[in-house]
């Protein structure tokens, strides 16, 4: 069979992935008019599929720039994931034994972080979390290890791109609050977290690099009524040595 054009839906599908295909080669960004002239693309046609890939974060959008974007993440090979759960999984349940607080290890995913691996604390009183619940990475100590990993242009954007909303009054959603807390974290090398996404929930997180890479990072979360200095110090410590472990296993 010859001669047959291909449908409108097909046509548009191509077009998407021509459009992402050009913008990741071009890693400094590019004007639509580059674009359709690049992709002999109607600039009506375009501009429809720009919005959306701007709006499910495939691109970004800096002025008239389009850049690659965080949701680029999801197209990723879910075997990377499943390989990653199952390296740090015995090291996640081995800082539980220890501390016996609920504790994970969570990714980030846009601007946002996800648990993949969780195990959840003995005790009556305790944080649950599932594995792929998601949260904004400024108000959970593994969020905020990870931001303070970032290099300064991705976290420049980070500050750009979002709108962090307050979960609780301790919630941290200034540039100035995160930037303060992002040096402290650098300095000490875990984060804390006291209530700011879950009233009564404190948590310490420690971040985690294979391959010189962030990976994602350990966290506890500990109920405020048990949250004292000297448990502190020992979950800290405890979570610089989970991720040294990651690390050194490269």
């Known amino acids: 069979m010859t001669g047959i054009a291909p449908s409108t839906n097909v046509k548009s599908a191509m077009r998407t992935l021509d459009i992402i295909e050009y913008v990741v080669a071009h890693s400094t960004g590019v004007v639509a008019q ?7 693309i109607p600039v009506s046609s375009l ?5 959306t890939l701007v709006e499910r974060e495939y691109l970004l959008r800096e002025g008239r720039r389009y850049l690659p ?4 993440d999801r197209l990723r090979a879910p075997s990377v994931v499943v390989a990653l759960a199952a390296r740090v999984a015995p090291v996640v349940r081995g800082l539980r034994a220890e501390v016996d607080e609920t504790t994970s290890f969570m990714m980030r995913k846009g ?4 648990a993949i691996v969780t195990e959840a604390s003995a005790q009556a009183l305790r944080y649950a979390i599932d594995p792929g619940h998601q949260k904004p990475l400024h108000c959970l100590a593994a969020g ?7 290099p ?4 420049e954007l980070y500050f750009a791109q979002t709108e962090r909303i307050r979960f609780t009054p301790a919630t941290l959603t200034s540039e100035r609050e995160l930037r303060t807390a992002i040096n402290q974290i650098r300095a000490q090398g875990y984060a804390e977290a ?3 996404a879950t009233a009564g929930i404190c948590g310490l997180a420690c971040a985690a690099t294979i391959g010189g890479e962030v990976v994602g990072a350990f966290a506890v979360a500990i109920p405020e009524v048990r949250y004292d ?11 610089k040595r989970a991720a040294a472990s990651v690390s050194t296993g490269e």
């Open 34 to 40: 580059d674009i359709a002239g690049a992709l002999a």
């Open 111 to 114: 601007w946002e972080i996800e």
């Open 144 to 150: 905020k290890a990870i931001l303070a990993a970032l």
């Open 69 to 72: 974007g965080p949701g680029l």
């Open 194 to 196: 006291r209530e700011e």
């Open 47 to 51: 501009s429809y599929l720009l919005s």
């Open 229 to 239: 200095d000297l448990l502190k110090t020992k979950v800290a410590d405890l979570l």
């Open 152 to 155: 300064e242009a991705e976290l």
